[in-house]
């Protein structure tokens, strides 16, 4: 892409927008321009996320998630295009990943105490929610996009934490560009997106975090130009049961929160939504069976693995290719 004129980018004036939403804070940072009304923009953005929270929140009663979970099976849910975007996409990377990313454990997440019902683990809890979860979302979820609605066909509690976030930032990137802003960067929490460059031409720099408990540092440095990241890990969210640390993020196949020697994987894709589930999927597949199935299907992806000496770092696609001017590693962090 060329590079913008040092008139223009002169003329364009960075801006940071932010604001609460879904338990964390959204931001965008924008070179605008003098067209871009910057307040109905601001308005627009929190808009945008703040409708699929209203959508997707396993904890807002009234959310279209909550109807579609309490809803009886064989009954048809009439949802919106949103949702049923997002539940598409979800399926889609669950069969792909085998089931390493599963939309369907809602009942696991509150089992072990990291949603709405309680704040601790509880063992008969946990049992029943492994008992109950299908292995295969597929033919037990079905989806009619042209109508409109989705019917379950066994019990189900669905959560789409793993995949709304980053749909939420796509959702402020189609916002930028019905303003006509074309150099902007989305976040929220640890997903992002980058709308064209910055003005003057230069990628947008994104610091990837250290996997440290209780401190945020920045790892390493990559460069983002019309393109979505998202890292999942195992060191912001986790429950203390004695001397053990349990991880958010629930690993179906074992019924169990994630334990495996993954502190963090970072995907790039086109969008925001895919990058924010493949994240966790290859969080919840571990080291080998992860990285098998990002090599399998070409992704771009950096691990940091945990071992007794420390961190190891694997990179494949744009993270193995130090030559790719897209994407660049800044080793100098990680060598301090």
């Known amino acids: 892409m060329p590079k913008m004129s040092s008139e223009a980018a002169v003329r364009s004036q960075r801006m940071t927008l932010h604001g609460p939403t879904m338990g964390t804070r959204w931001s965008a940072s924008i070179d605008a321009g003098p067209a871009v009304e910057l307040p109905v923009l601001r308005q627009d953005l929190a808009a945008a996320v703040e409708q699929v929270d209203a959508q997707m929140s396993p904890w807002k009663p009234h959310s279209d998630l909550v109807r579609l979970n309490r809803a009886p099976v064989d009954a048809w849910v009439p949802l919106s295009p949103e949702i049923l975007e997002v539940l598409e996409c979800a399926l889609e990377v669950q069969r792909l990943s085998a089931g390493a990313f599963h939309p369907c454990v809602g009942a696991l997440v509150d089992a072990w105490g990291f949603g709405a019902v309680r704040e601790t683990p509880d063992a008969h809890a946990i049992r029943a929610a492994r008992q109950s979860l299908p292995l295969a979302a597929h033919g037990c979820l079905e989806l009619d996009k042209a109508a409109g609605h989705v019917r379950k066909h066994v019990p189900l509690q669905i959560d789409l934490c793993g995949i709304a976030k980053g749909y939420a930032v796509d959702r402020m990137a189609d916002v930028l560009h019905q303003h006509g802003v074309q150099h902007a960067l989305v976040a929220l929490d640890g997903e992002l997106r980058a709308v064209g460059p910055q003005a003057s031409g230069i990628p947008w720099a994104v610091g990837l975090e250290s996997p440290e408990t209780g401190r945020r540092t920045v790892h390493s440095v990559i460069e983002l130009e019309d393109l979505a990241v998202a890292t999942s890990g ?103």
């Open 234 to 336: 195992d060191y912001r969210r986790y429950l203390e049961v004695g001397n053990q640390r349990l991880a958010h993020t629930m690993d179906a196949r074992s019924g169990a929160p994630v334990n495996n020697a993954v502190a963090s994987v970072t995907v790039l894709a086109r969008t925001c939504m895919q990058a924010d589930a493949w994240a966790t999927a290859l969080l919840v597949a571990g080291p080998d069976e992860g990285l098998a199935m990002a090599q399998r299907m070409g992704m771009d992806v950096f691990f940091l693995l945990r071992h007794a000496r420390g961190l190891t770092e694997v990179g494949l696609g744009r993270f193995g290719n130090s030559a790719d001017p897209f994407q660049c590693v800044d080793r100098a962090n990680r060598n301090r």
